[in-house]
């Protein structure tokens, strides 16, 4: 299970937001390792989960959907004012979503 600790669903916050991914049941390890019942964070900012075939494939990288393959559980995020999604896929050692997905719930953020 991976979920957003903070900030809570439907904060009001400040920019950069401080953004806090928990996980349990799996342990975090980094990009390239190769560790069963791991995985690294992937944020999806303002965009949907990959579905279908696209879940075979390594996740995107850009400012959509950044990578924290050093095994990071927080990160700084710099978003404009206005309303957000934010949602984390686990990735493996590839970038690859497991099989099922490993994913939080969305949540929505108001940035001022």
Do not use: C, R, W
Not at 10 to 22: D, E, I, K, L, R
Not at 26 to 54: I, R, Y
Not at 73 to 95: C, F, S, V
């Amino acid at each position: 299970m991976v979920y957003i600790i903070s900030p809570p669903n439907g904060a009001t916050v400040s920019s950069p937001v401080m953004v806090q991914f928990g996980l349990g049941g799996m342990g975090v390890a980094p990009a390239g390792v190769v560790k069963e019942n791991t995985g690294h964070h992937h944020l999806f900012v303002d965009a949907p989960l990959p579905e279908g075939a696209a879940l075979d494939e390594a996740i995107s990288k850009d400012e959509h959907h950044l990578h924290f393959g050093g095994g990071q559980t927080e990160a700084m995020i710099a978003l404009p004012p206005g309303k957000h999604t934010l949602q984390l896929l686990l990735g493996d050692h590839n970038h690859i979503p497991h099989k099922p997905p490993v994913a939080s719930a969305p949540i929505t953020i108001n940035v001022k």
